[in-house]
Structure formats: structure tokens, C-alpha cells
């Protein structure tokens, strides 16, 4: 896998950045100390024009290049999860409950090689401008440096992002064209009926079986409200209820996901989600209220920075190692905020089999963090050649 030999020869550097990261790990919009480390970083590498505090706690830097010309905008997530680590490293997180659990440790590191790597070579006209982000876990960080006018105030033309894979071999990298990540909504019911005895529940209005039927009825959205192609996932994941076995409870609370890809087939599952809680809530004697909520929009990649990207991969790790058609994924990402405003590309980079993200085990691999940067790098060099 050839990378670029500059960024070989710091690459132990990177594994200590990585792994002083994952110890230290930040959530949502609080990543104080993981963007005073970027900025430490930053400044080591002679890099000057750093703008903090973006989204709370995010950082733009920008390299100017060797002449005029565009600017490109290079993004890293920086925050963790509310994870309790069972990864067994000696570097393990410091912070109970939190954990680097999908790798955003391992993409600020990738990002911060890049960095040091461009501000040495200047290889590339116009300006590269270095986004680290937080709160891609929870609230979308992305949406916010967006709104706050990163795009516009620092004149970024196009973007790219990169996001580690346990799913595929170490150092492959995936994308492809047009849809890569899943629109991701929420929804969040109360079913109210009136409590009673367990042993009379003739006196009460029994909550519970309106929300099972709420609960089955929407798997029925998936299976007979859409055409076969068209993906959507709809996921009941919690249902809460109760406190004794000899009580009728008042109310029940019904929470899950929904995944899509298509605004029409999104726009379905809100109006049926409406009918069949209303319906099921009726004929049962209860109420119920429905909170359904719209958050990351669908990730597209542009269908020509893809195949820029993709040909800048081949070059990096080979043609082998570059999968150009990766099936979209269920999962959701804020980086469809930038990809919304700007054309660029969503890539993946494999960092070999093993727990997946969100998984208490799963840690980023420091031997594919050198791939990364390598890619950052040629994307800036490929895009504003000298």
C-alpha cells in the first residue's frame, strides 16, 4: 500500500496523537480539549491562520499553497461516544462512560498527518482548509458549521470527508457515486390510557396493547407500503412501561428510527406513522401522541469528485484495494450538510475485520492512519496541481 514516504516517516507520531485522543475523549458539542490538542498540533506545524470555537468547539485551519487558485476543504469528526471502553489497551479511555468507539480519534489523527505533511510540501495552489468537527454523535456538528458559514466565509469549493470501515480489509478504500449514507429521522410516541389494578382491568384503559399493535403495525410500513428497491428501514428500539406486575400503567412510551434514502418514501412513513398511531390509539380507547422527528439528511456523494476521489484512491492503495461501487448504507452522517452545499465525496477506509462501530471493543487501527493522510493529501495535490 503506498503512501506518501514524508507521512511513513511520522507515522509513529500519529499512532501517539491517536492514542492520546482515545484517552481522552469528548462528547457532542464539547470537545474543548481534543480541539486545544488539534490546535497545539496545528501551530507545531507552522500553520498560522486557525479559526477556534466553530460550533462551539470546532476548528477551520487553513494552508495557503503556492499561488492563487481555489480552496478544499478536508473534514474530520472529532467526538465520541457514550460507551463504557472494553477494548483491554493500555491507552484506554480515561473518562468513564466515554469511548472512541467509532473512530473519530482516528480520523482527527489522519486529518492532523495530512496537515503536517501539507504545511511542510505546500505542493498545491490555492488554500486547503482543515475542518474539525464535533458532535457528529448527537446533535450534528456538521449542520452547525454549516449554518454558521464555513462554506462562505472561507470560500471552501468542494469537500471530502473519510470514515474508517472494521466491515472491509485494512487499507481499502470504498465509495461510490450518488447515494453512500441513509437519511436518518427519529420518532418518539406516548400511548395514554387510564391506570389501574392488575387484577381489574375492566376499571382501567389498558395502554399496553394499542402500543404492541403500534409496534408490529409499522413493520408493515416496510413490507407493504414499498416498492421491493426502494431501502427503508423502520426500527422500534425502545418501548418503556410500568413498575409493578400488579399495576395497569397510565401510559407507554415508544421510541425508534427510521432510515431512508428517497424524500417521497421519508414523507410516506411520516403519514402512515400518523395514521396508524392515531387508528390503533382509537380503537383502543386510548391517546396518543406522535413526535416525529426529520435529522441528517441522505449523504449523495457528486457523482464527478466521486470519481476524482476514486481515482486518487487507486493511486494511494492501488487498484485492487479500491472498491468504486460500495452498496449505500443504512447509516446516517452530518457530512451530508457539506455535501448538501458543496460537491465532494464520502469515503470509507478499511481498517480490517473486527467490532463495528458503536461496538465497546471496537478501536481505530493505527496502521491505516498513514493511508488516510496519504489520501488527504493527494486529494489536495490531484485537485490544485502546481
Known amino acids: 500500500m503506498p503512501i506518501l514516504n514524508r507521512i511513513g516517516d511520522f507515522a509513529p507520531q500519529m499512532a501517539e496523537w491517536r492514542q492520546h485522543l482515545h484517552a481522552h475523549p469528548e462528547l457532542s458539542l464539547e470537545c474543548h480539549q481534543t480541539a486545544a490538542f488539534v490546535v497545539e498540533k496545528l501551530r507545531e506545524f507552522g500553520i498560522t491562520d486557525i479559526h477556534e470555537g466553530i460550533a ?40 468513564p462512560g466515554v469511548a472512541h468507539s467509532c473512530g473519530h480519534d482516528g480520523h482527527t489523527t489522519m486529518l492532523l498527518g495530512a496537515a503536517k505533511y501539507l504545511a511542510e510540501t505546500r505542493n498545491f495552489k ?22 454558521e458559514g464555513i462554506l462562505d466565509t472561507f470560500d471552501i469549493a468542494q469537500v471530502y470527508a ?8 485494512a487499507g481499502q478504500i470504498s465509495t461510490t457515486p450518488g447515494r453512500i449514507m441513509a437519511a436518518v429521522d427519529d420518532f418518539f410516541i406516548t400511548v395514554t390510557g387510564q391506570g389501574g389494578h392488575g387484577a381489574y382491568p375492566y376499571e382501567a384503559v389498558d395502554p399496553i396493547p394499542p402500543a404492541l399493535a403500534m409496534a408490529q403495525a409499522f413493520s408493515t410500513i416496510v413490507s407493504r407500503n414499498v416498492r421491493a428497491k426502494d431501502e427503508l428501514v423502520v426500527s422500534v428500539t425502545q418501548i418503556s412501561a410500568g413498575s ?27 403519514r402512515r406513522m400518523e395514521e396508524i398511531v392515531s387508528g390503533q390509539a382509537a380503537a383502543f380507547g386510548c391517546t396518543a401522541d406522535l413526535d416525529y422527528r426529520m435529522n441528517y439528511p441522505a449523504t449523495i456523494n457528486d457523482v464527478d469528485k466521486t470519481a476524482f476521489a476514486t481515482a486518487v484512491a487507486r493511486e494511494v492503495v492501488g487498484d485492487a484495494a479500491t472498491i468504486a461501487d460500495r452498496l449505500p448504507d443504512m447509516g446516517a452522517e452530518d457530512f ?5 452545499e458543496r ?9 480490517g475485520i473486527g467490532p463495528f462501530c458503536h461496538h465497546p471493543a471496537f478501536n481505530f487501527n493505527d496502521a491505516v492512519a498513514p493511508i488516510g493522510a496519504s489520501y488527504f493529501a493527494r486529494l489536495v495535490e490531484k485537485a490544485q496541481p502546481l
Open 343 to 351: 460537491p465532494g465525496c464520502y469515503a470509507f477506509l478499511g481498517q
Open 126 to 147: 490555492g488554500r486547503v482548509a482543515l475542518i474539525f468537527q464535533p458532535a457528529e454523535e448527537s446533535v450534528g456538528g456538521g449542520r452547525i458549521m454549516v449554518e
Open 56 to 95: 462551539t468547539s470546532g476548528v477551520v485551519a487553513i494552508i495557503e499553497g503556492q499561488g492563487e487558485g481555489a480552496t478544499i476543504g478536508l473534514r474530520a469528526d472529532m467526538d465520541a461516544l457514550p460507551i463504557v471502553e472494553a477494548t483491554g489497551v493500555d491507552y484506554a479511555s480515561t473518562v
Open 162 to 169: 473519510l470514515h474508517c470501515d472494521p466491515e472491509i480489509d
Open 244 to 270: 409493578a406486575t400488579n399495576v395497569i400503567p397510565a401510559e407507554v412510551t415508544i421510541a425508534g428510527t427510521v432510515r431512508t434514502f428517497n424524500t417521497d418514501v421519508q414523507d410516506m412513513v411520516r
Open 336 to 340: 451530508s450538510y457539506f455535501l448538501n
